[in-house]
């Protein structure tokens, strides 16, 4: 190279740097314009794909887009899209903007006061003008939509007439139609013919559903007690598209839903309750209907065989068919006991009793109160052939389990009676479980005592049995009451390799199934394993072994989407099969394809990037793929492929703005730690990075990270993690080591692994500044922030989220959001103690870091927050106090109302700015803000926030 080009080169490399030096920080008012992709779907033709581009905070749009990238129509506010299934219409909700919903909550508008969304339809064909309907609330396409949407709108009027067919949507009532009137909110069904324009309307309408093939339009009308024209008309209504005639099918005001048509469309099933709505006891009935009945009739009740004795029909369970239309499953519940409404209230005792025999702790009754007041139990009726339901279970059974069809004789039902009590110490409860008769409702017994997983085969011959205690897969044939074991031989553990909570190990669950059933796809920790279901066969790798023998995580990515929703199963193509693909060395991510044909190939490799690709959707052919991609640097765009990724177009470029901020880089970090273990981590640096310069570093930590190396992390105020992205272009080093546990000291393996990574940094980096050593961690990493500055002064620095510093007080503590126990936690999950308080007593005091807070050297933050439903908020007080009380630097913040991991936007913006400030001033020594050096007293509160 002559002089010349050396000093071209310099002077380039100058500008460059120069450049990226010029580059401002990220500050706290860029968040709410960080956007993302929301929605995004691919057309079942490949030659359509639409999705939502969602700013943090504001106006999202949608775009709709051809196979070459084209943009058909771009819409602002978009939102819940749809195409006709021949491509022909697209239709949207659209949002009310953002700035008038603001204002309306400023204004403290009632519910149906508030803006409403509108309803976008566009005409492929003719690229017109999309057509705009105001006040809709909701809007529904038939499965094979083609020429037909129907949406309900309120509109407020003093005086409408009820008419039930209008082929002029302004006829219905013109104080209607334009929303002008003071009076109730009425609301209107429009059925719309995409082709013409023209709508019909029906007012009036509660509830409405499409028959699948978009021949009919089911919907009901309640009716108002004191209009008689309303309650004359109040009942269901087949609409019949093709003929334009409506039909009802059941009279009398009350309550109708659980519409349900069979899969040939020819038989209707719903629930209803035809009474006074503020009745608190609703009897349900279940109704059924065909198109050679006058009107639908009652073919389960009370009263009905075989519903059990103070049990009913339930109104909260969907029904539906088998795909062969014979069998209709429902939901049965006990009758339900009721307040006694003449009680004076204030008279009355409110308590809670808690009682040593219940299968649940009051709390987490009381939490899942509304859950267990609508909950019901299947049962199954052959609406054709009889009028007796049989039950498939009761209250002492918890899960039942049926195929897509629900042709089959078979179903699976869990139960874990008996066993409830030992959730409180241990959440992995052992189950019975049974094969149940759906033609006779009788059960047999086929595993006792499981601890592990059932599933039904998609034919239901066979339930698939995971022993969590054995570690092992097992099939029972349910037709001939025969278990057999599914991979003898097979030198390959199908348990969690790196397990290490002090409980049983989990598999690393199902793959799929074969199309007839016969084999169950399951997954190692690198492979996925043919295992066959009839014992012929031996167990073999349709991997061939290669993700073990190159550390590969293979799994199989499911692209054909099902019309149906019912249709959930997932099969595995006998010929290409599309993998997923991590590489856990090198953290890279991809796909592959594997042939179920050949046993012995290899997984052949699509594509491995750095990158981690989301969203991945196919079209019908299985030619056209979406997906998003990303790594730490570029935002997740979504792109268009073929599915041999070899035509890739990018369809977006969210976050521009990003170029004008100084960023970051992500690199992997490799280090031994004391004991001997090999130990990773990231290392995130400033994009203007000077490897000759000195830089603060925090460390951020909850169990392991350095999976997702690249993962794109935007600027926004978090919940309760470090925004990362916000603190590296600011200056800092942040570093997020893998922690890897040893039962009966977690505490420990904070020192060992957070530690000796940090120390690892400083010792072989110059630019580390080991003076301004900072760590931030919530909840499980609150605990190791609390506990490390028990141990270490290393830290100039720390801030910890929702800590347990008490272990022995936390022991018996509740998870307020599930109402559960924490004891399950300490002995068999994350905190990893592995013995109860009484087995292990020094055990929980050694891990509690209250018990060694006089240690403490180092200023700390806690947020703690009093309605924290993880975490008693408490244990955030226990360590303030303790702190206070021996007059270290400390600091509490509790977030009124907020929960574990902060709900409310606002503070998630505010602590945002008070961790910035915080590390600001112990690492890089800025002057501290007023509520770090005097605090806020409480009669200012509200009106002086301390940041200034």
Known sequence: MNNWSKLCLALSTFISVQAIAQKPPLNHDVYDSWKSI?????????????????????????????????????????????????????????????????????????????????????????????????????????????????????????????????????????????????????????????????????????????????????????????????????????????????????????????????????????????????????????????????????????????????????????????????????????????????????????????????????????????????????????????????????????????????????????????????????????????????????????????????????????????????????????????????????????????????????????????????????????????????????????????????????????????????????????????????????????????????RTADPKMIVMQPKTFRKVVADANMSQVIYTKEDYQHSPDLYMNSIKMDQERRLTDINTQQAGYNWGTAELVHWTTPNGHDATGILYKPEDFDPNKKYPIIAYFYEKLSQGLYTYQAPAPTPSRLNIPYFVSNGYLVFAPDIAYETGYPGQAAEEYINSGMQHLARTNSFVDSTKMGIQGQSWGGYQVAHLITRTNMYAAAWTGAPVVNMTSAYGGIRWGSGMSRQFQYENTQSRIGQNLWEARDLYIENSPLFFMNRVNTPVVIMHNDQDGAVPWYQGIEMFTALRRLQKPVWLLNYNGDDHNLILRQNRKDIQIREAQFFDHFLKGKPAPVWITSGVPAIHKGIDWGLQ
């Open 38 to 598: 929301g929605t995004a779907n691919l057309a079942k033709s490949g030659k359509l794909v639409y999705y939502t581009i969602t700013p943090q905070e504001g106006d999202a749009v949608l775009e709709l887009k051809d196979q070459k990238n084209n943009l058909l129509l771009q819409v602002p506010r978009g939102n819940d899209g749809s195409l006709t299934s021949d491509d022909n219409y697209f239709i949207s909700a659209i949002k009310p903007l953002f700035s008038a919903v603001r204002e309306a909550k400023i204004k403290k508008k009632k519910p149906e006061e508030m803006p409403k969304d509108s309803l976008l339809v566009y005409n492929l064909k003719s690229r017109n003008t999309p057509l705009k309907y105001a006040d809709v609330t909701s809007y529904k396409l038939a499965r094979n939509s083609r020429e037909y949407v129907a949406f309900l709108a309120e509109y407020k009027s003093s005086n409408t007439v009820d008419s039930i067919s209008s082929k002029d949507s302004t006829t219905a009532s013109a104080s209607v139609a334009s929303g002008k009137g003071k009076g109730k909110t009425k609301s209107v069904l429009h059925l719309l013919h995409l082709p013409t324009g023209d709508t019909t309307n029906f007012v009036g309408v509660d509830q409405y559903e499409w028959s699948a093939d978009e021949k009919q339009l089911l919907f009901s009308k309640k009716g108002e007690e004191k209009d008689s024209i309303s309650v004359q008309n109040a009942g269901l209504y087949i609409y019949s598209v093709a003929d334009q005639s409506l039909k009802k099918i059941s009279q009398g005001r009350g309550s109708y839903k659980q519409f349900s048509f069979s899969e040939d469309q020819s038989q209707l099933s719903f629930v209803a309750f035809k009474g006074d709505e503020k009745t608190l006891s609703k009897e349900y009935k279940l109704y059924y209907y065909t198109d050679v009945q006058d009107s639908a009739r009652v073919i389960g009740e009370q009263t009905t065989s075989g519903v059990p004795q103070n049990w009913w029909v339930s109104g909260d369970a969907k029904l539906h068919f088998s795909a062969d239309g014979q069998k209709l499953y429902l939901g049965l519940a006990p009758i339900p006991r009721v307040k006694d409404t003449t009680l004076v209230e204030f008279e009355h005792a409110k308590l809670d009793i808690w009682h040593w025999k219940d299968d649940y702790l009051q709390p987490q009754q009381l939490v899942n109160l509304k859950r267990d007041q609508t909950k019901s139990f299947p049962a199954v009726i052959y609406p054709q052939s009889g009028a007796s339901i049989i039950p498939l279970s009761d209250d002492t059974f918890n899960r039942v389990i049926t195929t897509d069809t629900g042709n089959e004789e078979w179903v699976l039902v869990t139960s874990d009676f008996g066993n409830r009590i030992s959730s409180q110490w241990d959440i992995a409860t052992a189950s019975n479980i049974y094969k149940v008769s759906t033609k006779t409702g009788q059960n047999k017994l086929i595993a006792a005592d499981l601890s592990g997983q059932v599933y039904l085969s998609p034919n239901a011959e066979y339930a698939v049995l995971f022993d969590r205690a054995t570690g092992t897969w097992s099939s029972y044939d349910l037709i001939n009451d025969l278990k057999k074991p599914l991979h003898e031989g097979v030198a390959v553990s199908f348990v969690d390799e790196e397990n290490d909570v002090p409980a049983l190990p989990g598999a690393y669950g199902v793959a799929g199934w074969s199309r007839d059933g016969k084999t169950v796809y399951i997954n190692d920790r690198y492979d996925i394993w043919a295992l066959d279901l009839v014992g012929q066969k031996k167990a073999y790798s349709i991997t061939n072994g290669f993700g073990r023998a190159h550390k590969i995580t293979f799994r199989a990515q499911e692209l054909a989407r099902e019309d149906n929703p019912r249709y959930r199963t997932t099969y595995l193509s006998d010929k290409e099969q599309f993998l997923t693909a991590f590489n856990e060395t090198t953290k890279e991510n991809g796909f592959y394809t594997v042939n179920l044909g050949k």
